[in-house]
């Protein structure tokens, strides 16, 4: 059977995975450019029903406002790919959830879309834990569009892992 992701994502994932059963902490993600994918990740691996709480995916602006109760204002000020809107989604994920841990990602995955000040491949991923300052990473990752959102969910990964310690 062939496996939905790569080795290195799964491994990332199986770590995450590990780690919040761990420290007994409820995950959830919320996510734009890469659809859900970081979800399917994680539930790719047995045993996550234990500790994946929910996945939002949060598309469109609305769905930012309504589901994660990110702010019209910050959306309008900062736009939708962007690091203050990340740090909602993320928080707003743990608000809107039983989650005690939450990772966000917003971005360009392309092939159109980008600006000079926001080019294709621009992520945004936040990871937020009840009780502990919000992680922010800002990259902009080469490729395609399947390449840009395959690094955006094995970094995500990498970014919650170095969130819950």
């Known amino acids: 059977m062939t496996a939905l992701f790569p080795n290195d994502i799964l491994d990332r994932a199986r770590q995450v995975v590990t780690a919040c059963k761990t420290h007994r902490l409820a995950f959830a ?6 659809g859900g994918l970081i979800a399917g990740a994680i539930t790719e691996i047995a045993g996550a029903s234990d500790v994946f709480e929910r996945g939002f995916v949060t598309y ?6 309504e589901l994660l109760g990110v702010s019209e204002k910050v959306l309008v000020a900062h736009g939708a790919v962007s690091e203050a809107v990340a740090r909602a989604m993320a928080e707003g994920a743990i608000v809107n959830s039983g989650a005690v841990v939450a990772v966000a990602v917003t971005g ?5 879309g980008g600006s000079p000040e926001k080019p294709v491949g621009l992520v945004h991923l936040a990871c ?3 009780g ?10 080469p490729g395609d569009r399947t390449a840009i959102r395959l690094a955006t969910v094995a970094t995500a990964l990498d970014l919650t892992l170095k969130r819950i310690g």
């Open 60 to 65: 469109s602006n609305e769905a930012k406002i």
């Open 128 to 130: 937020a834990q009840r």
């Open 29 to 34: 993600t919320a996510e734009s450019c890469t």
């Open 132 to 141: 502990k300052p919000t992680l922010h990473v800002r990259e902009v990752f």
């Open 108 to 112: 360009i995955a392309g092939p159109g």
